[in-house]
């Protein structure tokens, strides 16, 4: 059987180089091969805040970046959950096949949990990981690039596939998930690479941002500059950065620096990145707002069309 390929994003911010590598290179690749569809997660925002913030410029931004990384609306359906009540749906019939105790033994939930700022936890907090069974299964996905931190959830989504099966008859695939191969890309202070850290380098970054980022990068002083990941991590992320943009080696990159320092890694740096998103930088300026609203209602129209389908044969296991 051919795979299904379904992965998304939460509109809370624009998308960097951590994401790209991570995992945004491998949609682009995946868009040629299986059929695809990318959700905007907009339910999904309001799990850990209370409000949704600037969600429709978020949407539009995100979709941006996604044309500008070369996503083609041609291939892959690019679509939100508030567009697709059938999807939302799916949500309460899941919920009766899990237990609370699986909900909270969640250890992404736990972690964001242990990470919030806000003042108490809510339901969906907790219900979100069975919510994000639904954006799998509603077109019976069965291939989800995604990062370690999601891998509890598709795990989550298998076992709400496997007691549906069990209790109503086979509908669903057991989903797998896909991780992507490029080691993990930190922050340009060595921490976790996240916009509001202020540590990353936004797709929609121009070069002179980039630059201003790269010339704060936390390096040593050792002018021999060498990729030693344990003791030298800091420099060793600014070499995989340039490695991964450059298409080569960061052992390769380290030696053509050699004892150049600190200032000639960044300045190698600085140039591989802004040569690396030129392109992308063109791409996102190809798009007006009026093709960004057009885009998300013909995705929204197909997502819509295969839930409905989903959802009514559901509806006719379960025997209603
Ligand atoms: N939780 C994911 C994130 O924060 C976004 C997401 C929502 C997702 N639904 C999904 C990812 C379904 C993969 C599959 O990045």
């Known amino acids: 059987m051919k795979d299904v390929v379904l992965t998304g994003d939460r509109p809370t911010g624009p998308l960097h180089l951590g994401h790209y590598f991570g995992s945004l290179a491998n949609r682009v ?3 040629d091969v299986h059929p695809m569809y990318v959700l905007i997660a907009d339910y999904q925002v309001i799990t850990d805040r209370d409000l949704p913030g ?28 508030s567009a697709v009540p059938e999807l939302n749906q799916l949500l309460l019939p899941f919920l009766s096949l899990v237990s609370v105790a699986e ?10 949990i242990a990470h919030s700022s806000q003042r108490a936890v809510s339901g ?16 019976k996905g069965t291939l989800v690039p995604v990062g370690k931190d999601q ?19 086979e509908v669903f695939p057991l989903p797998e998930a896909m991780m992507g191969e490029h080691p993990l890309l930190r922050g340009l202070d060595g921490g976790k690479m996240s916009k509001s850290r202020g540590n990353a380098i936004t797709l929609s970054a121009t070069e002179d941002e980039t630059a201003a980022l790269i010339r704060k990068a936390r390096t040593d002083s050792d002018r021999l500059i060498t990729f030693d990941e344990t003791h030298r991590p800091e420099v060793a992320n600014l070499l995989t950065l340039a490695a991964l943009c450059l298409g080569r080696s960061p052992q390769d990159v380290a030696e053509e620096i050699g004892y150049g320092g600190a200032a000639a890694l960044k300045r190698l740096v600085t140039e591989a990145v802004n040569e690396f998103l030129c392109p992308i930088r063109k791409r996102r300026k190809e798009h007006s707002e ?21 959802l009514d044969e559901v509806r006719a296991a379960m025997g209603f």
């Open 29 to 31: 690749r995946l868009q």
């Open 54 to 81: 600037r969600i429709q410029r978020n949407i539009t931004e995100l979709l941006l970046d996604y044309l500008a990384v070369g996503l083609d609306p041609a291939k892959v359906t690019i679509f939100r959950h």
């Open 103 to 112: 909900l909270q033994r969640n250890p992404t939930v736990k972690d964001e």
């Open 124 to 139: 969906l907090m907790f219900t979100y990981p069975v919510h994000q069974a639904a954006d799998i299964l509603f077109c």
């Open 151 to 169: 891998l509890p959830h598709v795990e989550m989504t298998r076992l709400v596939a496997r007691r549906f099966n069990e209790r109503y008859g």
């Open 290 to 310: 009026q093709d960004v609203r057009q885009i998300l209602a013909d995705g929204d129209e197909r997502a819509r069309e295969r839930a409905v389908v989903t």
